[in-house]
């Protein structure tokens, strides 16, 4: 089956702490997106990456990082410098020729206390 | 700052009738549009994307673009209980970058 997958669904961290969030996809997709949602709130872009070995920040970027080693993989780490870590992440991805139509996983809630 | 606007709802919609969801947008420079459905809990879901004036029609799914007046829409025909769902307008700008809405609340009552 195609698709984008995430792991873990729920995760649970104490302040002070780094995690990582996985994403990975099948589709063979060039871009790949994070995205972060608060309750009531729209989708905020984290980073995003064009192209393996290659990524930008998005519009709240402070207090994460990233990497793009392998196409289909694209970690998030939510570092012990983003304030409000506890959110609902979602990872995305875009393939060239399809009309710039993004692809949600399924998400990681994350709770850090 | 280039926005997505949406009206937050609830939008309360009797079933068997015709929901209207509306947006607008203001990056004069984008070419494409997407309407994606979220339900509590889970990520967003793509049901449409248009890329030209007009209107363009999937099963009980209606988008319809109006660049001159930077508006888009979606129209929910014969609207079902699970129809009842946040829905996110999107507009992709210049730099291959998604701007979502906040999204409508559509409440549809049995």
């Known amino acids: 089956d195609g698709g984008i997958t995430q792991s873990p669904k729920y995760l649970f961290r104490k302040e002070g702490q780094n995690v990582t969030l996985s994403c990975e996809q099948n589709?063979?997709?060039?871009?790949m997106y994070w995205y972060r949602q608060d309750p009531g709130q729209g989708l905020r872009l984290i980073y995003y990456s064009q192209i393996v070995n290659d990524f930008q920040k998005g519009d709240i970027a402070e207090g994460y990082s990233v990497s793009r080693e392998k196409k289909e993989s694209f970690p998030l780490t939510v570092t012990s410098a983003q304030k409000n870590p506890t959110a609902f992440y979602l990872c995305?991805?875009?393939?060239?020729?399809?009309?710039?139509?993004?692809?949600f996983g399924p998400g990681t809630r994350l709770t850090v206390t | 700052q280039k926005e997505v606007e949406q009206n937050s709802g609830p939008l309360s919609v009797p079933e068997g009738a015709i929901a209207s969801l509306n947006c607008t947008y203001s990056?004069?420079?984008?070419?494409?549009f997407f309407w994606y459905r979220q339900y509590s809990g889970k990520s967003p879901e793509l049901i449409m994307s248009?890329?030209?004036?007009g209107d363009k029609e999937d099963g009980r799914f209606t988008a319809q673009l109006n660049k001159a007046s930077q508006y888009v829409s979606l129209l929910i025909r014969d609207s079902q209980p699970s129809d009842s769902a946040t829905y996110l307008c999107a507009s992709m700008n210049r730099d291959d970058k998604i701007i979502f809405g906040k999204g409508t609340r559509l409440h549809i009552l049995p």
């Open positions: 248009i890329y030209s004036n």
């Open positions: 990056d004069r420079g984008s070419q494409s």
């Open positions: 995305a991805s875009m393939g060239t020729g399809t009309g710039y139509e993004q692809y």
């Open positions: 589709l063979n997709h060039d871009a």
